[in-house]
């Protein structure tokens, strides 16, 4: 998997999203794939991903999650090999499971975005 965060670990279960302040401006790091760590059941795993300063929008949250395991070049020949050939079963499974990481992604913004409206922790621009 290509990574554009950081993967942590931790006694407690991380907060979805959190803000920091950075001469002024809000910086907001997304905590995602958390899950009991594979060593120890008493322990976390998660991936932070931090996001540029001020920048908080849904297309940039889906477009760090997708790129998380489709980088532009990886989708691109995703897509390609599944147009070369759309009956080839190889080409068609790696395209069907692409689209369904897309889709988990975009649920995933959206359960993020809603947390911080709940918990008032960051404007939408």
Sequence with gaps: MQSSGTWNSGEEKPAPVM?????????????????????DETTWRWLEITLPPASWNYALLVDRL?????????????????LLDPSDPEASEEFGQMQQ??????????????????????EER
């Design 66 to 82: 997708v790129t998380l395991y489709y980088p532009s070049d990886r989708m691109q020949a995703v897509v390609n090999n599944y």
């Design 19 to 39: 803000v920091a302040r950075i001469l002024g401006q809000p910086v907001a790091t997304i905590n995602v794939l958390v899950e009991p760590s594979l060593e």
């Design 101 to 122: 990481w897309r889709a988990e992604a975009k649920t995933i913004a959206k359960q993020l975005l809603q947390y911080a409206r709940d918990n008032n922790l960051i």
